[in-house]
Structure formats: C-alpha cells, structure tokens
C-alpha cells in the first residue's frame, strides 16, 4: 500500500523538486512530533505527504482573501483519507447512531417545545465565551481514535457540573470508551465513533467517575466500574433545535455538544474557519461549543491538544457551516 503510494507519488514529488528548505521543514518537524517510522519507504512516503501539505499551508495563507490560517501540527504526514480514518468518526456508524438519537428525540418532544418557547422569551447577549466563566476544563488530546464523541460527551457534563455545582473537575472519557458500549445497550463503537447523547443516559444510570481515578489511554479497554454511584449523574438533557437562534439561546444557559463536519480541519490554525464543503457535508466529530462572538462565529472547544487551532479552540462562520446545528445536545438539569 505505502510502496504504491510512493510510485504514484513520486512523479509528483520530483516535478515540484525537493529543496533544502523543505527537507529542513522536514526535519524541524518531524524531530518536534517525534516521529519515529517502521522502515526507511514509509519515511520517504510521510515525506512526501508532508511536502504536499506544506504547499498546500503555502498557498492557502499566501491568499489575502481567507478568513483563517492554516499550519503545520501532528496531522501534516497524514493523508486526507488517513486522517478520516484514525481521528474522524466513520460514516456508516454516524449513520447508524442517527437513526438512533432521533428515534430516541422523538419521545423526549415536550422537552423540545420547552427549549423552542424559552428561546422566544429569552434576551441573547451579543456574545459569550464560556472560558471567561472558568466553565472550561484543559483541552484534551483524543489521540488516534475516532472518540471525540466521549469527549465531547465528558466536556459537556464538566461544564453543567460547574453551573450547577460550582467546581471543575475533569471526567473520564475512558470510562464512557470502555462502558458506553453495545453490550451495555448502547449504540456507540469506542475509537469508531459514538454519541454523546449515550453517554448522558449511561451517566444518568452509574454515575461518570472523575480523569484522575479512570485516565484515558487512547484504546478501547473492558470497562472497569461496578456499582450505580461512581460519580457524577446528569439528570435532564435536551436535543437543541437546529437553528442559530436555537444554539444562541441554549449557550446563553450553557456549553452544548455539537457534531459537524471536520474533514478539512486538520490543519486549522486561527481565524473564523469556513473551509467546508457546504454542499456536501458528512457529519464526522462531536465537539463542544463554548459561545459566540459578536458577528455569530461560533467558539469551539475541540479534543486534539492545545497544539492545534487557537490553543486548542476554533472560531466557526456563523450559522450552519460544517453542520453546526445538525445534532445539538445540552444538559438542563
Ligand atoms: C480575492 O477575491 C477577489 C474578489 O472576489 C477576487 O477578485 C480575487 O481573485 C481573489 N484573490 C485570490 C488570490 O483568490
Ligand atoms: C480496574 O480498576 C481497579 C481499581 O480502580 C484497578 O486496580 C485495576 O487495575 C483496573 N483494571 C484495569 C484492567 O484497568
Ligand atoms: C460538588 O461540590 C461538592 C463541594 O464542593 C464536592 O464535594 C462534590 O464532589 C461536587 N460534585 C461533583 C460531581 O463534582
Ligand atoms: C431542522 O429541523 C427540522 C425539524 O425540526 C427539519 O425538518 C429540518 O430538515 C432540519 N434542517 C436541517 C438543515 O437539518
Ligand atoms: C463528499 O464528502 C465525502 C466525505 O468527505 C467524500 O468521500 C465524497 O467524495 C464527497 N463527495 C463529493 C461529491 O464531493
Ligand atoms: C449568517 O449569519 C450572519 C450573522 O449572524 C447573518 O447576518 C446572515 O444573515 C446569515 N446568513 C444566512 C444565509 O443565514
Ligand atoms: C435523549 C433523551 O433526552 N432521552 C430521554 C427521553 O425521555 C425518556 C423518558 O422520559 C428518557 O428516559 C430518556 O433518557
């Protein structure tokens, strides 16, 4: 697969010649990220993947006209496909979960009248910034696993235990990757993907333990609680309505978990992102939202380490872009 790769590559390679600039950039690189490779094809492979994306940070931030920059991080000798395999969510699980979560928001439609009627009634400061509150915890790194979901899904229940309680603690995602499982009568898949929402209604039930007792470890392990009283417990949570009121409304009151479409956020560095394919979207990462500034860009707490983006956060053009107010979840009691 890398031989091939390298054949088809290395037309390419040699037509855009390799400088001594490049293969300095190369080597800056890969001594920060530590990169360590099976043999010296795989290495020559990264390298040429990693030219790629060099020229593509090039030309994205050499042109006035973008609204957010592009860099270097841990994602730069990875393909498009790879990096949709190991960090992003598959398709046919989202797929899959969908059709659970709206089965399952269908029986909870009175809540949903709720929120619309609040909404209406509700004066929207011009921004929030959740961070400005201390609501937030650190920004997390997922690593090579696609459970951005139990991240999105711990974020969300650290923030609405600081409204609520008034102290931060960091949760474990580990225990929601290990637990929050088929088994268990959940439809989520560990590093494949999963949805925040089951990991609510499992919280609900056994409580979610805190980071420190249950540390995350990057794989999918055997859960590892017993009993119904290992911590926290979410009590009421709602589907937020898909409409940029709607998420406006409900961040007035709290952090909401989020999916969207991150296919090209991989190299995001800052600035209001409005890279997506709007015509083609396929939800792929849950993350959580903190706010909105006053132009409607949306602020995004996301779980790839305080490396990438604005220290771990993003800024998204407001309204629906990369499918924002697809799939919004927030806990109300
Ligand atoms: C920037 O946008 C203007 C107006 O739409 C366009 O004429 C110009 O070609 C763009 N520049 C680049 C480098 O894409
Ligand atoms: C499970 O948890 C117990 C107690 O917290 C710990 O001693 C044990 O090593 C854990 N087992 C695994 C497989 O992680
Ligand atoms: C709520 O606050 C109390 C007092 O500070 C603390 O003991 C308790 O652990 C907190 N609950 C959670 C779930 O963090
Ligand atoms: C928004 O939700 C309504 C129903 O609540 C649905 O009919 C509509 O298709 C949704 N729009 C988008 C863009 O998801
Ligand atoms: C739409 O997006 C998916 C996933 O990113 C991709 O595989 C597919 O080729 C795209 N389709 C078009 C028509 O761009
Ligand atoms: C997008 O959001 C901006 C700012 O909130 C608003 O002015 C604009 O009308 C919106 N555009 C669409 C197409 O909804
Ligand atoms: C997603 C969600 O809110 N699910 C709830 C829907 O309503 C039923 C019955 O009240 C609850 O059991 C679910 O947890």
């Known amino acids: 697969m890398i031989l091939l790769s390298i054949i088809v590559l290395m037309p390419l390679c040699f037509a855009q010649d390799i400088s001594i600039e490049k293969l300095l950039a190369y080597n800056k690189w890969s001594s920060q990220h530590q990169r360590v490779y099976l043999n010296e094809d795989e290495k020559l492979f990264r390298q040429m993947v990693f030219f790629e994306n060099l020229q593509k940070i090039k030309e994205h931030n050499s042109n006035p006209n973008n609204t957010y920059s592009i860099h270097l991080n841990q994602f730069s000798d990875m393909t498009k496909q790879e990096f949709a395999e190991k960090i992003l969510m598959k398709q046919n699980i989202v797929d899959h979960l969908m059709k659970g979560i709206s089965q399952e928001a269908t029986h909870n439609d009175t809540n949903n009248k709720e929120t619309q009627l609040n909404s209406k009634s509700l004066i929207l400061a011009d921004s929030i910034d959740w961070r400005e509150q201390g609501a937030i915890t650190t920004v997390k790194n997922q ?155 949306w602020i995004i707490k996301n779980s790839w380490s305080h490396y990438w983006g604005e220290n771990g956060f993003m800024r998204l053009a407001a309204n629906n872009t990369c499918g924002i107010l697809s799939n919004n979840l927030q806990i109300t009691a």
Not at 162 to 186: H, K, M, R, W
Not at 256 to 279: K, L, R
Request: aromatic share 12%; with cysteine.
């Open 143 to 297: 690593g090579n696993c696609g459970s951005c979901w139990s991240f999105s899904a711990a974020a969300l229940m650290e923030s609405f235990n600081f409204i609520q309680n008034n102290t931060l603690v960091d949760f474990s995602e580990q225990q929601l990757v290990d637990c929050v499982i088929p088994a268990n009568g959940y439809y989520s898949y560990g590093c494949s993907g999963g949805a925040a929402v089951y990991c609510l209604d499992y919280a609900s039930k056994v409580g979610i333990t805190t980071l420190d007792k249950y540390p995350y470890v990057r794989i999918q392990k055997n859960c590892n609680v017993t009993g119904t009283n290992n911590g926290y417990k979410p009590k009421q949570w709602i589907k937020v309505p898909n409409t940029s009121n709607d998420l406006k409304s409900a961040l007035n009151f709290s952090p909401v978990s989020v999916v969207v479409d991150a296919t090209n956020w991989d190299n995001y560095e800052s600035g209001i992102f409005n890279g997506c394919d709007q015509s083609n979207i396929s939800l792929n990462h849950a993350v959580l939202a903190i706010g909105y500034d006053q132009q409607g860009n």
